[in-house]
């Protein structure tokens, strides 16, 4: 679906998605963000409801599954 220098973003059919990537000192905390946004009174971007994280802390690679929000395909690609 999307890749960028060493990181990939893989459909998964319409609901999910897998991004796999380097599991270095240079990710940021996504999860941490969307639980904040989340979290927010009076939001109104459309959401990921579910993110899970199946890498242990000493893998080279970091793989997430995402659920897709709703919303428009917008045509990435």
Do not use: C, Y
């Amino acid at each position: 679906m999307h890749t960028r220098g060493s990181m990939g973003l893989w459909s998964l059919g319409t609901k999910w998605l897998v991004k796999d990537q380097p599991n270095d000192a240079s990710l940021g905390n996504e999860e941490m963000t969307w639980k904040f946004l989340r979290e927010q009174p009076d939001h109104s971007i459309p959401l990921v409801k579910e993110m899970r994280r199946f890498t242990d802390p000493e893998d080279p690679l970091q793989l997430t599954l995402i659920s897709r929000a709703p919303g428009i395909d917008l045509g990435m690609g």
